[in-house]
């Protein structure tokens, strides 16, 4: 059998064995090809003659053809070629072309296995000058191919960035724009799927790159859709953090959402859903804490804000529940055409608002407002139940319960913080960490990060979780070893300002201003602006309009009792007390 590889540089195969040099003559070759892309393997002489030497006297031509026909079927054999009448038939079977293999993964949009078989332009660099026909086909095959494998590329793109992977869609349209330069779509896909990983910069720089490109070579400016998305970035926070977004250790926390595929992919989809048809919803998520709630409503946060959605978040504490209306004065009925109200945390909202929320997402009229609320399983609130009995049924929305991570999400999570291991390391490290950590996302998150550090997981034990008990039901002495050093390692990584700034936060209450913080650690000004940015990158603690908290009670508890000395302790609270 032929194989040909004609994507990218072309390369052919005998059997497994280089091929006859005579084969690859570019005439032969370029014949050979031909015949394999043509409808039913078959061309009539007069076609070929017309194709490849049509600038030569008739009798020469098809003494030219006969030439070829002859040295190809000398090269692989008298049954690959046979003729029939006028026609010239390639034997079904005899050419295995990587193109053929491509053309019906993408019809059936099965994108991971067609992204694994684009590698450049059709028969790349290839040409047979002196057949002016030949070079038009080829033309238009590249063309073909060009615009078919882009588009592939960035379907998997965005199957990969709407199921949280968005280095995954990064690399997709990195190498669909290679393919492309030109290709708006390519562009705007490495543009969501930077400014998802907070690149704000490298989002922006994109776009200016392919402006620049557009203007100098084809004096043309980029599409409103691309403008558009440009500007929505520009409005994008701004992080402010210590080193350069090139430096490997500011992005080692801020891993790809795995083992939520599947509930991010369902609520874009009813996000998009609403947006489109202009209609109300409420998305559910609960789990326990820890397992990846917060992280979760980020990504749909930040894909809402993308796609020219108004936002408004905040963050529920416990002593929320003993302030009636606390939630609601936070809210503003959306007025925008497109809205979503988030409310993590929504276990600890107070009576009175939780009551409301129903009432709220209804009397938005003449919007699409979608209602998130992403909360712990446990205490149990009794509005939370009814809502979620009613969506679907006289509610439109979704309501979904996370879990804990299986063995393959831990892997996952492996594979990106602690690339190259040999397979038996990966395998034992993540058996390891599925024990310590109970499937939660954010301690096996803790965990290999400190691995990464230099954590020797055999010089620390326990066992967690303790039976019948959930996370939030846990305290610090509770965990294993290796999920508190997990977290001083982190703790101590951090600057010290920031490191000054989750003590103080620690110490006060489950929610403090950015003032507040700014007293207690005695740090102002950029110091204090960096410190709470590197805090809220490294997902220690969220932030909305009211104030700072962690992103999980058991790492305040843990910081709370280990990072802090009982004199350091008294002096955050001194200096709240004042004069």
Not at 43 to 49: F, G, N, Q
Not at 78 to 93: F, N, W
Not at 464 to 488: C, G, H, K
Not at 502 to 527: F, M, N, P, T, Y
């Amino acid at each position: 059998m032929i194989e040909v590889r004609a994507l990218g540089s072309v390369v052919v195969t005998l059997d497994g064995e280089a091929p006859p040099r005579e084969l690859m003559w570019r005439k032969n070759l370029a014949l050979l090809l031909y015949l394999a892309r043509s409808p039913d393997l078959r061309r009539t002489r007069e076609h070929l003659v017309g194709v490849f030497w049509g600038d030569k006297p008739d009798a020469s031509a098809r003494h030219s053809l006969n030439e070829a026909l002859r040295v190809i079927r000398k090269s692989v054999g008298d049954e690959v070629i046979t003729s029939a009448g006028d026609q010239v038939v390639l034997s079904k079977g005899a050419v295995r072309l990587d193109v053929d293999e491509l053309a019906p993964l993408l019809d059936e949009e099965r994108w991971v296995e067609a992204s694994a078989l684009i590698r450049g332009p059709f028969m790349e660099g290839f040409a047979v000058p002196d057949s002016w026909a030949f070079e038009d086909w080829l033309a238009a095959e590249r063309r073909t191919w060009l615009d078919r494998m882009t588009g592939g590329l960035r379907r998997y793109g965005e199957e990969r960035l709407s199921s949280g992977d968005g280095l995954a869609a990064r690399d997709a349209a990195a190498r669909a724009l290679e393919l492309d330069p030109f290709s708006a779509g390519a562009v705007r896909l490495a543009m969501l799927a930077a400014a998802l990983r907070g690149e704000r910069a490298s989002a922006l720089g994109i776009y200016d790159e392919y402006a620049s490109r557009l203007a100098a070579e084809l004096d043309l400016e980029p599409d409103p859709e691309t403008e558009e998305l440009a500007g929505r970035i520009r409005n994008e926070r701004e992080w402010r953090l210590p080193g350069t977004s090139a430096d490997p250790e500011r992005w080692e926390r801020r891993v790809p959402l795995v083992g939520r595929e599947a509930e991010l992919r369902a609520c874009l989809e009813l996000l998009g859903a609403a947006f489109t048809r202009q209609f109300n919803a409420v998305i559910l998520i609960e789990g326990d804490s820890g397992a990846g709630k917060t992280r979760l409503g980020e990504e749909i946060a930040a894909r809402a804000r993308l796609e020219g959605a108004v936002v408004q978040a905040i963050r529920c504490v416990p002593t929320d529940r003993e302030r009636p209306g606390s939630t609601l004065a936070a809210l503003a009925v959306p007025t925008a055409q497109r809205s979503l109200l988030w409310i993590d945390g929504a276990e600890h909202l107070d009576p009175e608002s939780a009551r409301a929320l129903e009432e709220l997402v209804r009397d938005a009229t003449g919007t699409a407002s979608v209602l998130l609320l992403t909360a712990a399983a446990y205490p149990r609130r009794e509005e939370i139940d009814d809502l979620r009995t009613r969506i679907g049924r006289d509610v439109r929305g979704a309501a979904l319960t996370l879990g804990a991570l299986d063995t393959e999400g831990i892997r996952a999570l492996a594979d990106h913080l602690l690339p190259g291991l040999a397979e038996d390391a990966a395998e034992r490290i993540t058996r390891r960490i599925e024990a310590d950590s109970a499937g939660s996302p954010l301690l096996a998150t803790e965990l290999l990060n400190a691995v990464r550090l230099g954590l020797e997981l055999e010089e620390v034990g326990g066992v967690w979780p303790q039976p019948f008990r959930t996370m939030e039901q846990t305290y610090p002495s509770d965990l294993p070893d290796s999920v508190v050093a997990a977290i001083r390692i982190g703790y101590r990584r951090l600057s010290r300002p920031a490191q000054d700034l989750l003590a103080a936060a620690a110490v006060l209450d489950e929610r403090c201003e950015a003032a507040d913080l700014s007293r207690a650690a005695e740090i102002e000004g950029q110091k204090l602006d960096g410190g709470l940015d590197e805090l809220e990158w490294n997902r220690w603690l969220v932030a909305d309009e009211r104030g700072y908290t962690f992103v999980a009670r058991i790492v305040r508890e843990v910081v709370a009792r280990d990072m802090l000395t009982p004199g350091r302790r008294r002096r955050i609270r001194e200096r709240m007390a004042g004069d």
